[in-house]
């Protein structure tokens, strides 16, 4: 067999799942599917409610899994199929009549005595009885004993003690609060679902001078997309024609509509104003910028944080615990002690109900996912809840400067010429080296003589030399530009030209040195601005509870202090290489702890990387920029840095929150069902009581 035989026969399925409202159906569907041969792995995602599995072709199908499934009382098809029409809400239906007659039957034990109470509470109780006994059995056939089995035994046993007002209200209650928390968890889905439809299923696509509405699944790259005044923009694409503001809040949160001219890029879902644009589409659907977050988001609710490992341990010796305690509550008293077996059985009744952790399980995931959605709604894509804990554990924060505190749009401040020189020759001779290059500095430089009309002669032998400069060959000579470091290893610097680098330096200008077969012919001072708030940013920070605030630059050192001054830094750290910033990171966590860097995403990835968090500013046009970082803010806002860090604070107060709730509640209804205080009916209500709380505390973080 060849090797591309054998490739083929691993194959890789995602697949919906309707139903899949909990935790105990995850376990339920996993160990169903693992039982199937040919099956090699699979990864849940609750909240996505998805299937992603690994599988032999060869020995499995994906209708043998779908079939598999269906047996667990859910259902599941591709994901790129028609989705299955909906059931109907008919647990609803069930709700309601067990609900009705539970009602009736206990006005008439009120209020009549002359009929009989029982056959209402009994119908409720079957009524109620489908939904649970559905998945009761489906648990039962995947070999795992959860809540809905224990639901079901516990009524059986009230109603074996003629306990029918307890069976019914046991049954109902559950069945009307699993009802409300598949409500509940459809609401945390809707906020990611928000962002789906955010973007257009049409557009207006001019074709071979025709206009035409076709849908945007069909629009390919090079189509030209019509816009008019109030409609949202369907594609990522470059303004060809026409101008106005844009409303890119959906994808970014930028507060200020952003101005969009000819040569300026767009993305799918942001919202034009009143002017017209025709949009060259640079990017198909689904590889969209809207698309890429979307995709970012979902892969991170379905990764686990730190605490729900610590919930998860926990759950599993916790419910073994507690069922062996309900086995010796049901039978020690009465054999050893004599007591009575149906007060003492009923007691044990108590204890199964209370067994399960549902609000424990879920506390932490829907906290998360609340949180994540949260951020991604107000343009911070945070890739997870492990990154998402951690960023309320930064204690130092380190920023880069160009495109970060800066704006990232530098200008050339001053030109001095050497050895005879002029300043239009040494701004040429800079230019024809720099248009290699991708640096903003360079790039810089390249504008300015452009914008002189200068003629720029071409550069051959190219060579970059990262943090430091540029090497090529121009016109025969061989040139090189960069920095006073990049000079001195060369040997290059003399007493005239280090008095030159310094008054270049102290201007608050970052010196770009130029020279020619070996003689350094002048200096530009490039300069760049300080982002507007920055100062206010780092204040905020400050007040967010970040104890050291750094600054990490290649710029030389009385820039960097310069700059650091009127921003408000603690530290500035000058004339750092890409490894220097590595080593910058690491010394900035022994001395204060966890360390979260800022930069652009594409010349700080290293650090991005170093750093316990990565957080890359403007990312929505960069791809680098959202593959790299733990936080990608999409808009150039530092204020969006401060927002990360108190919502991850929040997320963090929320999930310690729901844990110990869960926990006291079933910790005191442990105790009052041993004492023979608390009832059937009392545990089901705390119980789902509980997990309703969780998910109604963990919903809050949709407002923040």
Known sequence: MTMCAVCELHAESTFRVEGMDCHEEVKILERRLSRLSGLESLDADLFGQRLRIKYDAARLSTDAIAEAVSQTGMRAWLEHEQPAPPRGDWRRHMVVGSGVLFAAGLALQLFDGRVPAWPFLAGAVALGSVPTARRAWASIRARHLDIHVLMIVAVIGAVILGEWSE??????????????????????????????????ADALVRRNGREERVPVDEIVAGDTVLVGPGEKIPVDGRVIAGSGHVNQAPVTGESLPAEKDVGDDVFAGTINGRGALDIETTRLRRDSTLARIIHLVERAQAQRAPSQAFVDRFARIYTPIVLTLAILVGLVPPLAAGGAWDEWFYRALVLLVISCPCALVISTPVSIVSGLAAAARKGVLIKGGAHLEKLAQVTCVAFDKTGTLSRGR??????????????????????????????????????????????????????????????????????????????????????????????????????????????????????????????????????????????????????ARAFGAATGVDEVRAELLPEDKLAAVAALRERHGVVAMVGDGVNDAPALAAADVGIAMGAAGTDVALEIADVALMADELGKIAYAVRLSKATTRNIRANIALSIVLKGAFLVMAVAGVATLWMAVAADMGASLLVIGNALRLLRE
Not at 172 to 194: H, K, N, S, V, Y
């Open 410 to 559: 530098l200008h050339v401040q001053s030109i001095t010429a050497l050895n005879g020189e002029t300043a239009d020759s040494i701004l040429a001779l800079a230019a024809a080296l720099e248009r290699r290059s991708e640096h903003p500095i360079g790039r810089a430089i390249v504008e300015r003589a452009e914008l002189g009309g200068l003629r720029i002669a071409e550069s051959s032998s190219f060579r970059a030399v990262p943090g430091r400069g540029a090497e090529a060959t121009v016109a025969g000579s061989v040139v090189l530009a960069g920095s006073l470091r990049f000079f001195s290893e060369a040997s290059l610097l003399s007493t005239e030209i280090d008095a030159v680098v310094v008054n270049v330096s102290k201007s608050g200008a970052t010196p770009v040195l130029v020279a020619r077969d070996g003689v350094v012919v002048g200096v530009i001072g490039v300069a760049d601005e300080i982002r507007p708030g920055a100062p206010e940013a780092v204040e905020v920070l400050r007040a967010q509870g970040i104890r050291h605030i750094a600054l990490l630059t290649g710029d030389q050192q009385d820039v």
């Open 167 to 200: 069976a019914a209200s046991v049954v109902f209650l559950f069945a009307l609060a699993q009802w409300l928390e598949a409500g509940a968890m459809e609401r945390a889905r809707g906020a990611i679902r928000a962002l789906m439809e955010l973007a257009p």
